[in-house]
């Protein structure tokens, strides 16, 4: 069993109006300090084992369902293996 | 200029249908071998140099703003300080 965590972010190109609001929700609380906020998804998969090569398995997951490649980066980090 | 990065998860104990959504159509996809799979938040966000500390600072945004305590936990981490 292997916990993997892949982080789904807009690219630097692509307007993040959520992230807008965000900082603006801020600023009108007191935070004027906050200059940039950017939203992106932070997903856990736990993965039992198989047959398949994970890093590879992972990186199939992010292009064709997890992440939207035209305007969105993924990276993800595999944690230590875990006995079940 | 910090960056500091915010992760909001949902808590255990809340049912997470869109991680359910997420591993049901991995499996229809053919990946049999994921287990479990939870989706949160990543915020990134760039804070300016201020009089506040920055670790009650973040605190309290995410505690007033950036996750819903009552369903969600949070964590962040500050990255290495950038000059500008």
Request: proline fraction near 1%; include cysteine; charge should be negative.
């Amino acid at each position: 069993m292997t916990k993997v965590n892949v982080f789904v972010t807009l690219r630097e190109s692509v307007l993040d109006p959520q992230g807008v609001a965000v900082k603006d929700a801020l600023h009108s609380m007191g935070y004027a300090e906050v200059s940039d906020v950017r939203i992106g998804k932070f997903l856990e998969l736990t993965i039992d084992e198989s047959e398949r090569d994970l890093d590879t398995a992972v990186r199939e997951m992010c292009e064709k369902l997890l992440a939207n490649t035209v305007i969105e980066d993924y990276r993800y980090e595999i944690k230590e293996e875990e006995r079940a």
